[in-house]
């Protein structure tokens, strides 16, 4: 309290001032009516002003459940009738209508954990074997892919990120040229970029091509995106230097699609069988 007094009586002067100006003000605008009018005007500006931004702010806030419903919606169409996915051409997402879904069952999931400054990565999704996830599963976010399953328990996945330095998690093909797959590696540097490898010096690469899932991979279907790329190097060695801009931001995306090919535990148990291994 002494405190409070003692500021009030040091700025007593300057307090006086503007407690005059407040009467002063307030007579201009009760008793002059031009004053009054142009005082009404902008309280009415700084008020739908200020409606403005409360309201841009309210729809700000709320995108996460926008962005929730529209996941849902699309992972409807992804796991509709392939007549139905030919027609989006013009979704936001188009290389959904490129996808051959028939083998593949398609699962939305939010991720809740992830990792991007490690030698290996990794995520975790809020689904689990309750909700059909198993071992081995693709996952891609609505720009690209971001990795596989590699762990399940009743409610929760753990999923090994293409940003690791150990295991491949796709096979990759480049769009653009025909039946020409190769391998990505990532040198755990730099989060947004892989490398193409296996792809032939006389192969007519340009900048700018598409990698994308080929049909070997098991578990993607065929054409998601890996990514754009941006570098291209001939060496001494038979195969070109490729560094590939990857399609997802695994920093920030946060919607998920996991693909289970229906066909997968006969290709595995034809794969795995004792009597073909050397």
């Known amino acids: 309290m002494r405190r409070i007094l003692a500021f009030l009586i040091a700025k007593r002067n300057l307090l006086l001032f503007i407690f005059l100006e407040l009467i002063a003000l307030g007579s201009i605008f009760r008793f002059h009516r031009y004053q009054r009018s142009l005082y009404l005007n902008?309280?009415?500006?700084?008020?739908?002003?200020?409606?403005?931004?409360?309201?841009?702010?309210?729809?700000?806030?709320?995108?996460?459940?926008?962005?929730?419903?529209?996941?849902?919606?699309?992972?409807?169409?992804?796991?509709?009738?392939?007549?139905?996915?030919?027609?989006?051409?013009?979704d936001s997402f188009g290389w959904f209508a490129k996808l051959?879904?028939?083998?593949?069952?398609?699962?939305?999931?939010?991720?809740?954990?992830?990792?991007?400054?490690?030698?290996?990565?990794?995520?975790?999704?809020?689904?689990?074997?309750?909700?059909?996830?198993?071992?081995?599963?693709?996952?891609?976010?609505?720009?690209?892919?971001?990795?596989?399953i590699i762990e399940v328990n009743q409610n929760y996945a753990l999923g090994l990120s293409i940003l690791n330095v150990k295991s491949p998690v796709v096979m990759p093909k480049i769009s653009e040229l025909t039946n020409k797959s190769g391998s990505i590696e990532w040198d755990g540097l730099n989060?947004?970029?892989?490398?193409?490898?296996?792809?032939?010096?006389?192969?007519?690469?340009?900048?700018?091509?598409?990698?994308?899932?080929?049909?070997?991979?098991?578990?993607f279907p065929e054409n998601i995106p890996v990514g754009t790329i941006s570098k291209l190097n001939k060496t001494n060695e038979s195969f070109f230097q490729i560094e590939v801009d990857l399609a997802a931001n695994?920093?920030?995306?946060?919607?998920?699609?996991?693909?289970?090919?229906?066909?997968?535990?006969?290709?595995d148990s034809l794969i795995s069988n004792p009597q073909i291994m050397p």
């Open 100 to 148: 051959n879904l028939h083998n593949f069952e398609v699962i939305d999931a939010e991720i809740i954990f992830n990792s991007t400054n490690r030698p290996v990565n990794t995520f975790v999704i809020n689904k689990g074997s309750r909700d059909g996830i198993e071992k081995g599963l693709g996952v891609s976010s609505t720009q690209g892919i971001i990795g596989k």
């Open 42 to 90: 902008n309280a009415n500006a700084m008020g739908a002003s200020l409606n403005a931004t409360q309201t841009k702010w309210t729809n700000y806030f709320n995108l996460e459940e926008l962005n929730t419903k529209l996941h849902k919606q699309n992972q409807g169409l992804l796991v509709g009738k392939q007549d139905t996915l030919d027609e989006i051409i013009t």
């Open 191 to 219: 989060p947004k970029k892989v490398r193409l490898k296996g792809i032939h010096k006389f192969e007519n690469v340009e900048k700018g091509n598409h990698v994308v899932s080929s049909g070997y991979s098991i578990n």
């Open 250 to 267: 695994l920093a920030q995306d946060k919607f998920v699609y996991v693909f289970k090919n229906r066909n997968r535990k006969q290709i």
